[in-house]
């Protein structure tokens, strides 16, 4: 008894103690109720059953698919009694639709482009399909547990062609003697290989690339602690944070809190190899100086095996999740801008889709989720007075973050002549105008549009969607493409942002004329015999991008990804898929980060917040049993 007594005068002498301890526990308390969840809701499964089937053949006819991809907005076409509508049809949006849509909920998807798939989406010109943002994916060579959850909300319909295990040629041009220009090519199957295939190119450094490979494998995991902040609940995430448990829990913040530049800078002073390890930073769109070595990592680790491309182009991710959208009663429709999301009492009611002849239309729903990226959506679709209340919008005021201010420039080119024939390579090449590509693209950015004009194009990364998918000849016979991606800035365009699409007047296209010059001039110079192959050129800029891809100032990637986004703990907890106002979710890019599996991975998250229920732990139970069914199957041959 006088045990129990001195343990209770100890505490009721050092209080700090029992406020620890009720600290310790309810940081156990919720991280029992994230992990293992609420009670699983009867039928709120989506990974009950395996859905992939054996790939259909290839749907070649245009007209079949238009019927899939541009669905048209009309009142007459707005389903009944929708469960969850989707601004955008970007992969986060398709990803959230299907999953909701398999335990049942009617999904209405709204793209205010005349077609679906946000930047999986492709266009044709004069017989010349290209594809707009996807040129290669990694993960798909096997069963991933992210192609797993690809194959779950596409039924298994999405078929990839490899690219070249050399998957990406960096170049680095000597324009005093064009002969030293090199050539190096990047190995995509596993870290020995890439290694030992750079190490033919720098062979005195071999301590800084093993070092440099130490730290992508023991990057790999810390991925999940970006995700921890974005599904634990937000008190559990500020205890974390406030006790420093956080940084205990995973070593994210020792990768997200140094540059790219930095840690390359810590590895060898040797200026091209510094550019080769960082060589493909446009995939994420901020220059090594600005950018965190988490993402970079993460990028690297994605892409360590090498590349994929879908088969039959890129439209064919929408063109096979709509239609499990629709099983559903949903519905994915396209020239439908939401111009209001309306809330009423804290709550969202719905949204307010702009009609094409004039007017509006009021569509009704307890739950909507945004696709449109956050700047969009709290600072041009939410009425003012109940976004600035928000996290977000404060986040967003204080200049935490902000749209990429990085842009690009895309030059679409159709080709006469087979990829075969026209010698079209199945990599990427990412070339650049000098050996230390980081500084010339900072200086690059500071240039006005005169300047520009007059200086060089600091890279070109060089793609031939035709020469990776094998469909191609099938559906385009005779015909090639290449698409040639560089940066611009949108200053540089922004005058021309609000006059109509096509029609921007003379000294708009005079301007992107010079800069087409110079872009197919780089790519003259590794394909000579090119220049009397051309059907078809046109340049997309910075308000191409607003256009069709919805985005506000040209930006790539939605938000920028600086160091600041992945390391500042408030943004990381406040970009989630639940916000501060009842109802309202968002999915893609900007609640993790860009590129296409995360848009996936995204899906997820927000299907779960939805349902509130961890389907990633459903999903991965699945996965397990058609591993193990599989395993069974191979013994039994
Ligand atoms: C040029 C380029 C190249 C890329 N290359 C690759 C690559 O090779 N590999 C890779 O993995 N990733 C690549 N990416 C990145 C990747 O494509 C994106 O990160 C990802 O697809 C984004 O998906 P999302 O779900 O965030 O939405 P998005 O695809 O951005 O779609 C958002 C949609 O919302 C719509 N929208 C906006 N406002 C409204 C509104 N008011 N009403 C209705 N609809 C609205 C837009 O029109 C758009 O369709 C590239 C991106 C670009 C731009």
Redesign the pocket.
């Known amino acids: 008894m006088s045990i129990i007594l001195d343990i209770a005068n100890y505490f009721v002498e050092h209080p700090i103690l029992m406020v620890l301890m009720f600290l310790i526990y309810l940081i156990l308390f919720g991280i029992s109720v994230v992990l293992f969840g609420q009670a699983p809701k009867p039928n709120s499964n989506p990974f009950c059953f395996d859905a992939t089937k054996r790939p259909e053949p290839l749907v070649i006819s245009q007209a079949e698919r238009n019927k899939v991809l541009k669905q048209g907005f009309s009142e007459k076409n707005i389903p009944d009694n929708i469960d969850a509508i989707i601004?955008?049809?970007?992969?986060?949006?398709l990803t959230t639709g299907a999953l909701l849509s398999k335990v049942g909920k009617r999904v209405l998807v709204?793209?205010?482009?005349d077609q679906a798939?946000?930047?999986?989406?492709t266009f044709i010109e004069k017989e010349f399909e290209f594809d707009?943002?996807?040129?290669?994916?990694g993960e798909m060579k096997s069963r991933t547990i992210v192609k797993f959850l690809l194959d779950q909300v596409s039924q298994g319909q999405i078929v990839w062609d490899h690219l070249d295990s050399d998957f990406d040629m960096v170049v680095l041009s000597n324009k005093m003697d064009p002969e030293k220009t090199k050539f190096i090519p990047i190995r995509g199957m596993g870290y020995g290989p890439f290694k030992k295939k750079l190490l033919e190119y720098f062979p005195d450094e071999e301590e800084a690339l093993d070092k440099y490979i130490q730290l992508l494998k023991s990057s790999r995991s810390i991925s999940r602690s970006l995700v921890y902040y974005k599904i634990f609940p937000k008190w559990l995430v500020k205890i974390l944070v406030w006790t420093r448990l956080m940084s205990l829990i995973s070593s994210y913040h020792k990768y997200a809190s140094k540059t790219v530049a930095d840690v390359l800078h810590g590895l060898t002073k040797n200026v091209e190899l510094k550019t080769v390890l960082s060589y493909n930073f446009f995939?994420y769109g901020v220059e090594p100086t600005r950018s965190s070595f988490a993402i970079h990592s993460a990028l690297m680790n994605h892409f360590i095996n090498g590349g994929s491309y879908p088969r039959g182009g890129s439209s064919e991710i929408a063109f096979h999740i709509i239609p499990v959208i629709e099983k559903s009663g949903g519905s994915v429709l396209v020239r439908?801008?939401?111009?209001e999301i309306l809330v009423e009492d804290g709550a969202v009611v719905g949204v307010r889709v702009r009609r094409a002849g004039g007017g509006h239309v009021d569509i009704a729903s307890n739950v909507v989720i945004s696709?449109?990226?956050v700047v969009?959506t709290f600072a041009?679709?939410l009425p003012e007075t109940i976004a600035e209340k928000t996290s977000i919008y404060k986040i967003i005021k204080n200049s935490q973050v902000e749209p990429g201010t990085l842009s690009?420039m895309?030059l679409f080119v159709g080709l006469n002549g087979t990829a075969e024939e026209l010698k079209l390579p199945n990599y990427n090449i990412w070339c650049f105008n000098c050996t230390d590509a980081c500084k010339a693209i900072t200086d690059y950015a500071k240039l006005t549009l005169d300047e520009a004009l007059n200086s060089d194009i600091p890279f070109a990364f060089i793609v031939s969607p035709s020469a990776k998918d094998s469909s191609y000849q099938l559906r385009h016979p005779g015909k090639s493409t290449l698409t040639i991606?560089s940066t611009c800035m949108w200053d540089w365009f922004k005058d021309w942002d609000k006059e109509r699409v096509k029609k921007r007047g003379s000294e708009y296209e005079d301007i992107k004329k010079q800069f087409m010059d110079k872009m197919w001039a780089i790519v003259l110079k590794f394909y000579p015999h090119l220049e009397d192959k051309v059907e078809y050129m046109d340049l997309g800029t910075s308000v191409t991008?607003n256009f069709?891809?919805?985005t506000v100032v040209g930006e790539?990637?939605?938000l920028d990804h600086t160091i600041r986004r992945f390391n500042d703990q408030e943004v990381l907890m406040h970009l989630r898929p639940q916000t501060d106002i009842k109802g309202l979710f968002l999915?893609?890019?900007?609640t993790i980060c860009?590129?296409?599996?995360?848009?996936l991975y995204?899906g997820l998250l927000t299907a779960s917040a939805v349902l509130k229920r961890n389907l990633f732990r459903d999903m991965l139970a699945l996965l397990k049993k058609v591993n193990e069914k599989d395993k069974l199957y191979t013994k039994s041959k």
Do not use: P, R, W
């Open positions: 601004i955008g049809s970007g992969i986060g949006a709204l793209e205010q482009h798939g946000g930047c999986c989406h707009v943002g996807i040129h290669y994916v995939d439908a801008k939401v111009s696709d449109a990226g969009n041009k679709m690009c895309s991606i991008n069709y891809l919805g790539v990637y939605a999915t893609g890019q900007d860009c590129g296409f599996v995360t848009g995204s």
